[in-house]
Every structure is written in structure tokens, then in C-alpha cells.
């Protein structure tokens, strides 16, 4: 059974950085590429980054890149999404997900496993 756990979400002033973590069990982890996603009410899951399974591959959306940072630690079967400069429009529940292939992706329809998503709140 694969569980993927987030953490690190929280309360933040715009400009104000975080760090978000997900712990994988139940697989081996550094077999696969991971990603994160937010959502807000009343919208759809977006994607925010992805990471290869060794790392050496990442992805962003527009709307991040330059701001946030996806890591890896395979061996503590652990990915992190380093998000500074937040901003207001960055509020939202962002969730961990993982692929059962090597490569990254930015489709919620190319994720196999999600987490329950930890919430991130930036005040103006």
C-alpha cells in the first residue's frame, strides 16, 4: 500500500518562504518521478512541479519557476518543494503525487498515487 504523507504547510506573510515535505512508503520510491499540485476551491488540481526519479530532471509551471525548488532524497524517501517569495495568489492545498514511471509530467492523469495534501495560506 503506497502512502505518501505531506508536511510543512502552514500560515505565511507574501514574500515569506516554506518548505513542504513528503514521505513515501510502500514502494520504492527512487524507482519513480514525483510532483506536486495545489488546488483552490472551485478550481481544478494544477501542477506546480516534477521531479525525475534521480533528480537530474525537473519541471515547473510558469507560475513558480524561479520562486520554488523541487528536491529529492531517495534514500529517506522524502521529496521537498522549497517555495520562496510566495505570493497571495499561491494559497492553496498542495498535494504530493507519485508516477509509476521514471520521467516527469505535468497531467494529475499521469499520477498513480496522491497524498491528502497539506494546506499553504499566504496573507497580503
Known amino acids: 500500500q503506497v502512502q505518501l504523507v505531506e508536511s510543512g504547510g502552514g500560515l505565511v506573510q507574501a514574500g515569506g518562504s516554506l518548505r513542504l515535505s513528503c514521505a513515501a512508503s510502500?514502494?520504492?520510491?527512487?524507482?519513480?518521478?514525483m510532483g506536486w499540485f495545489r488546488q483552490t476551491p472551485g478550481k481544478e488540481r494544477e501542477f506546480v512541479a516534477s521531479?525525475?526519479?534521480?533528480?537530474?530532471?525537473?519541471y515547473y509551471a510558469d507560475s513558480v519557476k524561479g520562486r520554488f525548488t523541487i528536491s529529492r532524497d531517495n534514500a529517506g524517501n522524502t521529496v521537498h518543494l522549497q517555495m520562496n517569495s510566495l505570493k497571495p495568489e499561491d494559497t492553496a492545498v498542495y498535494y504530493c503525487?507519485?508516477?509509476?514511471?521514471?520521467?516527469?509530467?505535468?497531467?494529475?492523469?499521469?499520477?498513480?498515487?496522491w497524498g491528502q495534501g497539506t494546506q499553504v495560506t499566504v496573507s497580503s
Open positions: 521531479i525525475s526519479w534521480s533528480g537530474d530532471v525537473t
Open positions: 503525487a507519485m508516477r509509476s514511471l521514471i520521467t516527469v509530467s505535468t497531467m494529475t492523469g499521469g499520477y498513480d498515487y
Open positions: 510502500g514502494r520504492t520510491f527512487s524507482r519513480y518521478a
